[in-house]
């Protein structure tokens, strides 16, 4: 439905049903919108303009002496018009600054502080999926042996944040192989990431000597294992699922067991995100679009984080429809561009 069949008092009219049930998550009537209006507009006007926006799906009248409640179309509606407007705010909202200005250490621990502060600002779930380690930039690297079987990757990034990674391998790996390994790709591919690493040694292989070949191979056998468990262990930090349990009157309670079998099923959670990852500011997911019958009651609303036009992650928030998504956007945009300067400027 194009925004062109609506007058401008009924998109005005169809915004203050969308906010009134957002507040109070009932169905609302015309006598309750026709007394909001600051001009003098009658309840039977606003009965007639109801029926319209319900022929066009973007509301539903539960009963039939009730009032009317968007839809999922309608909240996606809704929200596009405030896009359209360009809802950020000039002044940027106020955050703790020394949450994001950790120029150097664990970059797990900035990112499990921001997932904090999403929570906190938005009274909801927060969440922050983090890197692919095989797609970040690294200015040192270093194997180390833990045990016969598994093998640490520590990663310096070239914005200065430490990632850490545990790759299990069947392969035999001394650690002398190893730290001749790491400086082999220190000196060799300083500022790329282990996704060219890789290529480039499937690539080059034939041309190595025979002096190379065992390293080569050896590492070629480590980065296969890696790529195979990265696949399927994205690592998402999530903060306030507490903040849920508080909200009784947004979730029934099946949806919401449902909902934290969700989380605690990490590894789903973050397919579910990394598959929903793009390059808009800000992208807003309403109930059935999230393609998941069991989490339908619930938005998300995400945004995606890097550095240097390379898309890292994807950051946001999840919680009923009835989110103020006025305040929860700019919030989301602000977290990510504060989160995004971070790392570019602790280069």
């Known amino acids: 439905m194009k925004k062109t069949t609506l007058r401008e008092k009924d998109v005005l009219i169809f915004n203050l ?71 950020y705010p000039d002044k940027s909202i106020e955050l703790m600054t020394e949450v994001f200005y950790q120029k150097k250490g664990d970059f797990n621990s900035l990112l499990d502080n921001v997932s ?54 069947k392969s035999y790996f001394t650690q002398v192989e190893l730290d001749r390994a790491s400086r082999y790709i220190n000196e060799n591919f300083g500022g790329k990431n282990l996704k060219f690493v890789r290529d480039f040694l499937l690539r080059e292989i034939p041309a190595y000597k025979t002096s190379y070949e065992r390293i080569v191979q050896s590492l070629i056998s480590l980065l296969k294992n890696y790529f195979n468990q990265e696949e399927k262990n994205n690592q998402i930090f999530i903060q306030g699922t507490s903040k849920l349990l508080e909200k009784p009157d947004l979730f029934d309670m099946d949806s919401l067991r449902l909902l934290f079998q969700r989380f605690e099923e990490k590894a789903r959670l973050a397919k579910l995100l990394s598959d929903v990852i793009s390059l808009d500011r800000v992208k807003v997911l309403i109930g059935t679009e999230l393609s998941l019958p069991d989490i339908s009651d619930c938005s998300l609303v995400l945004s995606h984080y890097g550095y240097d036009r390379q898309v890292l992650g994807s950051l946001g928030i999840i919680g009923p429809k009835r989110i103020p998504y006025r305040r929860i956007i700019p919030l989301v945009d602000c977290v990510a561009k504060k989160l995004s300067e971070t790392i570019r400027f602790s280069q």
């Open 116 to 169: 904090h502060v999403l929570s906190e600002h938005s009274d909801n779930l927060g969440f922050v999926l983090s890197p692919r380690v095989s797609m970040v930039n690294f200015r040192y690297l270093r194997f180390i042996k833990v045990s016969e079987e598994k093998i640490m990757v520590i990663l310096i990034s070239t914005f200065n944040l430490v990632l850490t990674e545990i790759v299990e391998t």
């Open 17 to 87: 049903i969308v906010e009134s049930y957002l507040k109070v998550g009932k169905p609302v009537s015309s006598g309750s919108i026709s007394q909001k209006m600051e001009h003098s507009v009658s309840s039977a006007t606003v009965r007639n303009i109801m029926a319209k926006l319900e022929k066009l799906g973007y509301l539903d009248q539960p009963h039939a002496s009730a009032g009317r409640v968007p839809t999922d179309n309608g909240l996606r509606f809704y929200v596009k018009n405030l896009f359209d407007e360009v809802i």
